[in-house]
């Protein structure tokens, strides 16, 4: 813009030193040829052309100089001013006195900002602590030896969109659940169909404090008296179990059925159904389902029944002993010493589909 402005502002000088050598009469007969030239420019043009900041500059330069001769200059601004309206150019003027006025304030003093690790442990103590309010972080701080204003703690929390103490203390189904998840249960079913396209049912149970999966049986036809001795012998297993089982949740399929409740409900279980389609309300059994068919069954052709519990037997306790879970922060549902040092070995699982490392013992 400053080339510019310096290319115009040339221009400029260069016409006015040409015209101080033309007689009065050349230069009004000059004006008089200009006015006509913009007057047909204009009736050809549609679009009246865009301005640069320079060339605006010098129009209200020249139209403020004009506008304090008498009322005979006056009329001849009206004539001279084509390109555009006068209230454009008074505009143009009130911009630039804006920007004559527009500066960069500069911080003078006020309080220095605040450290990145006192304000990430002020978020760290009001996540781990949704009923602490401001004043009880403030003496949470200063017992680690960092003094800061409540009203800090209040701007930092602001900031990262944590509400205050009465309602972020507020409990949610996520940390209610997670409270008892070691005492509850979840269970369904899921279909594999064999190489002679027979459909078999699988059910399982699987624990949603320590993901461990139980396998109670497959069969091609799940009716009332199967369904509930497979019932009657997981809850057997459970007595073995330290931790005792409260709640057991199943969707609404009809396979389970009134006396499959029972025998739960006997042993002090409570039968928790999920709502009308909604699988979600029983995700941990879902992404069981997932997983079993992405890592085993999609890879191998079920030849019958027994072939399938053989299957999912050995994939079932490579699941619980030796495959990370994320949900468990890569540890294993039924954690085993491991030795730190030693040579690194590999078990294949299901004929080389999957692979389970571990150290030799030393």
Not at 8 to 26: G, Q, Y
Not at 38 to 52: A, G, I, M, Q, Y
Not at 144 to 165: C, E, Q, W
């Given at each position: 813009?400053?080339?510019?402005?310096?290319?115009?502002?040339?221009?400029?000088?260069?016409?006015?030193?040409?015209?101080?050598?033309?007689?009065?009469?050349?230069?009004?007969?000059?004006?008089?040829?200009?006015?006509?030239?913009?007057?047909?420019?204009?009736?050809?043009?549609?679009?009246?052309?865009?301005?640069?900041?320079?060339e605006k500059l010098m129009l209200v330069a020249f139209t403020t100089r004009l506008q304090r001769q008498t009322q005979r200059w006056q009329e001849r601004l009206r004539e001279a001013v084509l390109l555009v309206q006068p209230e454009t150019v008074l505009k143009w003027h009130r911009e630039l006195v804006r920007r004559k006025w527009t500066f960069r304030r500069r911080n003078h003093g006020g309080r220095p900002k605040l450290d990145g690790e006192i304000e990430a442990l002020i978020v760290r103590i009001a996540?781990?602590?949704?009923?602490?309010?401001?004043?009880?972080?403030?003496?949470?701080?200063?017992?680690?030896?960092?003094?800061?204003?409540?009203?800090?703690?209040?701007?930092?929390?602001?900031?990262?969109?944590?509400?205050?103490?009465?309602?972020?203390?507020?409990?949610?189904?996520?940390?209610?659940?997670?409270?008892?998840?070691?005492?509850?249960?979840?269970?369904?079913?899921?279909?594999?169909?064999?190489?002679?396209?027979?459909?078999?049912?699988?059910?399982?149970?699987?624990?949603?404090?320590?993901?461990?999966?139980?396998?109670?049986?497959?069969?091609?036809?799940?009716?009332?008296?199967?369904?509930?001795?497979?019932?009657?012998?997981?809850?057997?297993?459970?007595?073995?179990?330290?931790?005792?089982?409260?709640?057991?949740?199943?969707?609404?399929?009809?396979?389970?059925?009134?006396?499959?409740?029972?025998?739960?409900?006997?042993?002090?279980?409570?039968?928790?159904?999920?709502?009308?389609?909604?699988?979600?309300?029983?995700?941990?059994?879902?992404?069981?389902?997932?997983?079993?068919?992405?890592?085993?069954?999609?890879?191998?052709?079920?030849?019958?029944?027994?072939?399938?519990?053989?299957?999912?037997?050995?994939?079932?306790?490579?699941?619980?002993?030796?495959?990370?879970?994320?949900?468990?922060?890569?540890?294993?549902?039924?954690?085993?010493?491991?030795?730190?040092?030693?040579?690194?070995?590999?078990?294949?699982?299901?004929?080389?589909?999957?692979?389970?490392?571990?150290?030799?013992?030393?």
């Open positions: 813009m400053v080339y510019h402005f310096l290319l115009c502002l040339i221009t400029l000088i260069v016409d006015l030193f040409a015209s101080i050598r033309l007689a009065p009469d050349e230069k009004d007969l000059q004006i008089a040829l200009l006015q006509q030239q913009l007057r047909v420019l204009e009736r050809k043009v549609k679009k009246k052309p865009r301005l640069s900041r320079p996540r781990e602590n949704p009923r602490m309010g401001y004043d009880k972080i403030q003496g949470e701080l200063l017992k680690l030896g960092f003094v800061v204003d409540p009203t800090t703690i209040k701007n930092v929390l602001r900031r990262h969109r944590l509400l205050p103490a009465p309602q972020r203390g507020k409990s949610s189904w996520r940390s209610f659940l997670k409270h008892y998840r070691e005492q509850m249960l979840a269970c369904d079913f899921f279909t594999v169909e064999t190489l002679q396209l027979q459909t078999l049912y699988v059910l399982f149970f699987i624990e949603l404090g320590s993901r461990r999966v139980h396998l109670a049986g497959c069969t091609p036809h799940p009716d009332t008296a199967w369904v509930t001795q497979q019932a009657r012998q997981f809850v057997w297993q459970l007595d073995e179990s330290s931790i005792p089982m409260r709640f057991l949740i199943h969707d609404r399929d009809s396979k389970f059925t009134t006396s499959f409740d029972q025998v739960f409900v006997s042993e002090g279980i409570d039968i928790v159904r999920t709502p009308f389609r909604a699988p979600r309300a029983n995700a941990v059994a879902e992404r069981w389902v997932r997983s079993v068919r992405q890592e085993c069954l999609d890879h191998l052709l079920i030849l019958n029944q027994r072939h399938l519990i053989r299957v999912l037997k050995e994939y079932i306790d490579y699941y619980n002993v030796s495959r990370p879970h994320q949900g468990l922060d890569q540890q294993v549902p039924i954690p085993r010493p491991r030795s730190p040092q030693g040579v690194i070995r590999c078990r294949e699982v299901l004929g080389g589909i999957l692979h389970d490392y571990y150290r030799d013992a030393a």
